[in-house]
């Protein structure tokens, strides 16, 4: 198979003097984790919702310009295997395929992975496999302390747990972004910082008069809907859900209980033999 094989020509771009706070619109309403970018009509790279959560901004102020990330460009003949290293190495969930310095379409993570489903490898369990260090929230620790887990792990989902340990939420790189968009909106707009969207929770957001968005509990703004693979799950189950969810990352349970977490640079790392 061939990267090809793989184009889609669905994806979002904007240009680069736009300012981020459309750039992320445009990501929450296409449920995309990356978005190309242009220059007037040259692509000059992707900027990704990992990248965004690294940099400190106002989206109301701040232009696109700021969160380029330069990527490897493909011809559309490489194989599969090369594509998933590319990948991998550039952590971007995107990859540009150009011809004549023309963009033709995009690659996609979800896609790459979903073509290894039938690969040998893939009927392995998964808890026959190394796995990313699961790191849990309790219901009331700080944005921040998310934030700063995201950035240092490169994961995109978080479970959030009880006192007893059952898992009670997950909160998503894509909720932070969201959120702190709102926040930010809300408060170049003499709003003060009160978010009144009708899944957060005031009376635990805003136990002070006005909080500093990374000091707001996870649980109220965690929204990502729960999904979960039994560690004796095969891999492929585990793709499945990458491809039907469009998520980065699942979290592993044994008997209900946070077991682990597998992200999709583990199995591009798999499928690449790199462990």
Known sequence: MQAKDL??????????????SKLIGMLRNTHEKAAIIFDKEKFIGVSTKHLLLKTRFDPSEMKVAHTVLKVPRLSGEEQLSEV???????????LPVISKNKLLGVIKLKDVIYAFRDN?????????????ILITLNTGDPVGK????????HISRLPIVDKRGNITGILSLTDILEKYDMFMQKRSEGHGTRMQESNTKPEKAFAGNKPHFAS????????????????NDTLKSVIDKIKEHDFSSVIVVDREKPYGIITARDLLKLFIGIV
Do not use: C, G, Q, W
Not at 216 to 231: G, N
């Open 84 to 94: 998933a290293r590319l990948m991998f190495t550039s952590s971007s969930p995107v």
């Open 120 to 132: 040998a490898i893939a009927s392995r369990r998964i808890k026959d496999i190394p796995l990313t």
């Open 7 to 20: 184009l889609s020509t669905e994806f979002v771009s904007i240009d680069k003097n736009e300012h981020i």
């Open 146 to 153: 998310a934030i700063n887990i995201m950035k240092e792990k």
């Open 216 to 231: 707001y509990p996870v649980d109220s703004i965690a929204s990502a809907e729960i999904i979960t693979s039994d560690k």
